[in-house]
Each structure stands twice: as C-alpha cells, then as structure tokens.
T-cell receptor, first 115, second 114 residues
Framework: DGGITQSPKYLFRKEGQNVTLSCEQN?????MYWYRQDPGQGLRLIYY???????QKGDIAEGYSVSREKKESFPLTVTSAQKNPTAFYLC??????????????FGDGTRLSIL | DQQVKQNSPSLSVQEGRISILNCDYT??????FLWYKKYPAEGPTFLIS?????DKNEDGRFTVFLNKSAKHLSLHIVPSQPGDSAVYFC?????????????FGTGTRLTIIP
C-alpha cells in the first residue's frame, strides 16, 4: 500500500559527522518536504522540493542539505555545520500544481541524537 | 514571528463531551487551513481542512470553523473519545499556484479523560 517510508527510526551521530536521513514515497506525489520538530514547538520547514532536480530552502535550512534525483526519494543530510541537530525529523509529500491546501502525508519520522 | 498560533498547549476533556481546539493566524494571505493529529513517535495524520471561501467544514465527529475577520479557526470534536488523545496541529497555506508550503502552529495536547 502507498505511503512514506523514513529510515532509520532512530539515528545516533558523533560530533563532527555528517548523517543522511532517508525518505521514500510511493504515492506518486511531486512535492516533498523535510520538517524538524523540537519539544514544545511546531513543525519547522527545512527544505522542500516541488519537482525532480529542484528544491528550495525552508525556514531553517542552515546546516542541512538535500537532493532530489528521483521523484520517489528526498534524502536529507544533516551536516556538521548544524549546531543543534538533536530533533525529530519528519518527511512529507503532497500533490503539486493544484493550488494550496493540499494535505501533506507524513512518514513516521527519524529521531536523531548526538552521542 | 509565529504566523500560526495555538495558544493552549494542553486541553483536558471528559469522554463524550465536546473538545474545542483553537488556532489564530496573522498572515492575511493564508486561505487554506488544515488540522493534523499526531501520536508520539509517529508522523502527523491529516484530519480535516477548510478553504477561506467557507466558514465551516464537517467530517464525521470533526468540524472546523473559520472566522476570517478574526483570523481564527477552531476544531470541534464531538463526542470526544479516548483515542482522540493526541497532539493537534493547525496549519495554513496560501493557494497561489506553486506555493504548497504549510506553516504549522505549535500544537495543543488533547487528553480525553475516561
């Protein structure tokens, strides 16, 4: 059945290391998104991509990078430049081109912790 | 600058009664609004949405009301059930073609008391 798969569910990183979070969708959605959730805060947009080979920075892109080589995949790299990477990361996808208000469908998230 | 605000971090309601969750926004360009429900360690699940051309949208036990002049929307859950205990996020977007970004509030934790 269709959905969004994020892996791994838990991830640990040492100081100074880059780490890549995986996000795959089989909903045939054009748009994909990465959010970060911290305790007591809402979801903050890191990066989004509306078509393959194109992506835009969200509100908190510093210290992160993404790629969109395939429609189904939108991996997020947390670089060593991200000073406070411990958080819950959520990937989402939605239809595109039909105007705003399209529900975004979310994966179950990856919790990243610093060792 | 928080463009979507949920001023109540938590809410407790007796089972069977009505739950009312509130959301305010400041950006007058927002014209689509959505509510999501989130359990711990899971991704948010879409519940219900409303366009600014409407003032009410209903789906089963869930009703969303929109007051454009007050820049306020609310989610009503009737009757409340134990499985409704979760964090609820309000989100908003502009309907300009190509702008699919959602702006989320900080969430309200709803606890249904049996």
């Amino acid at each position: 059945d269709g959905g969004i798969t994020q892996s791994p569910k838990y991830l640990f990183r040492k100081e100074g290391q880059n780490v890549t979070l995986s996000c795959e969708q089989n909903l045939n959605h054009d748009a994909m998104y990465w959010y970060r959730q911290d305790p007591g805060q809402g979801l903050r947009l890191i990066y989004y991509s509306q078509i393959v080979n194109d992506f835009q920075k969200g509100d908190i892109a510093e210290g992160y990078s993404v790629s969109r080589e395939k429609k189904e995949s939108f991996p997020l790299t947390v670089t060593s430049a991200q000073k406070n990477p411990t958080a819950f990361y959520l990937c989402a996808s939605s239809s595109y081109g039909t105007g705003g208000g399209q529900p975004q469908h979310f994966g179950d998230g990856t919790r990243l912790s610093i060792l | 600058d928080q463009q979507v605000k949920q001023n109540s971090p938590s809410l407790s309601v007796q089972e069977g009664r009505i739950s009312i969750l509130n959301c305010d926004y400041t950006n007058s360009m927002f014209d689509y609004f959505l509510w999501y429900k989130k359990y711990p360690a899971e991704g948010p699940t879409f519940l219900i949405s409303i366009s600014s051309i409407k003032d009410k949208n209903e789906d089963g036990r869930f009703t969303v009301f929109l007051n454009k002049s007050a820049k306020h929307l609310s989610l009503h859950i009737v009757p409340s059930q134990p499985g409704d205990s979760a964090v609820y996020f309000c989100a908003a977007s502009e309907s300009n073609f190509g702008n699919e970004k959602l702006t989320f509030g900080t969430g309200t934790r709803l606890t249904i008391i049996p």
